[in-house]
Nanobody
Framework: QVQLVESGGGLVQAGGSLRLSCTAS????????MSWYRQAPGKQRELVAG???????NIADSVKGRFAISRDNAKNTVYLQMNSLKPEDTAVYYC????????????????WGQGSQVTVSS
């Protein structure tokens, strides 16, 4: 059973920084594409950033230049560094893991963390 445990959320003033961490267990972390999503109240969950097993990254336009994603396979952990935070970044941030070995398995949707609240005050 894959478990994803997130940490690092909290309350920060606009312009501040936070770093989210997501540590995985129950999987071969290095074989997972890792992503961060967020969901604000009343809105759909959206992709914020992703990093492949080969360390290729993609960042949503809304956070490009402010957020960065990285991974440490030795620690089974993916990070989301968030700088120059804005009130519109307020959301619950979710970690997602997609194991490449199962990507083509029908019905496979990967694994989700429990979510970490990030609140940016103006």
């Amino acid at each position: 059973q894959v478990q994803l445990v997130e940490s690092g959320g909290g309350l920060v003033q606009a312009g501040g920084s936070l770093r989210l961490s997501c540590t995985a267990s129950g999987t071969m972390f290095s074989l997972n594409t890792m992503s961060w999503y967020r969901q604000a109240p009343g809105k759909q969950r959206e992709l914020v950033a992703g990093i492949t097993t080969g360390d290729n990254t993609n960042i949503a336009d809304s956070v490009k230049g402010r957020f960065a994603i990285s991974r440490d396979n030795a620690k089974n952990t993916v990070y989301l560094q968030m700088n120059s935070l804005k009130p519109e970044d307020t959301a619950v941030y979710y970690c997602h893991a997609e194991d490449l070995r199962y990507r083509s398995t029908p019905g496979y949707t990967g694994s989700w963390g429990q979510g970490s609240q990030v609140t940016v005050s103006s």
